[in-house]
């Protein structure tokens, strides 16, 4: 496989991923707020914070309000910004740690079988292969073939030709 077909794969499979992680947060704060209706999970804020106490078993009780708060607003705005592919290497980075925390807080109260069964360590995986191995402009702009290195040459060439 050619440099540049490798590369094409790379930006589509980071763009998959960064689509796949938003949709995901942003799934489960519509869940939250009973937008999904009968397919909801918690159907509710009130059903998600007990949730989160179950968690998070091993903080106190009065901590998981401000956790529940701070989880939900942290999914909107990483889920934001991973589909809108802003700030891709520092949301990505920052998902990995949101779900790693996630991942081990479930380990902790339940056993390490609920983060795999719910694929919370894959996703906090993929979360850092984009942050750490994809450098941010090939998750935009690769796909079509037309890098900003390219771009410029192109235009020196046709300016001083």
């Known amino acids: 496989m050619s440099e540049r077909a490798t590369k094409r794969l790379v ?14 947060f942003l799934s489960a704060v519509a869940d939250r707020f009973g937008l999904w209706r ?5 159907g509710n804020f009130a059903s998600f914070e007990k949730y989160t106490a179950r968690v998070n078993s091993f903080m106190p009780a009065s901590s998981v309000p401000f956790l529940a708060w701070a989880a939900t ?14 700030w891709t290497r520092g949301v990505a980075l920052a998902s990995a740690l949101l779900l790693a ?3 081990t807080a479930m380990t ?3 056993s390490f079988k609920p983060p ?3 694929s919370v ?8 292969r984009i942050g750490v191995l994809v450098r941010p402009h090939l998750a935009k702009l690769e796909i079509g073939g037309n890098t900003p290195q390219r771009s410029q040459k192109n235009a020196n060439k046709t300016c001083h030709e």
């Not at 360590?121 to 850092?128: F, L, P, T």
């Open 121 to 128: 360590c894959h996703k906090s995986n993929s979360a850092a």
């Open 73 to 86: 607003i942290a999914e909107v705005v990483l889920g934001v910004a991973l589909i809108a592919g802003i």
């Open 38 to 42: 009968s397919h909801a999970v918690w």
């Open 116 to 118: 795999l069964d719910y």
């Open 108 to 110: 902790v109260s339940f």
């Open 11 to 24: 930006g589509i499979s980071a763009l998959y991923a960064r689509l796949a992680l938003g949709a995901s």
């Open 101 to 103: 925390l996630f991942a």
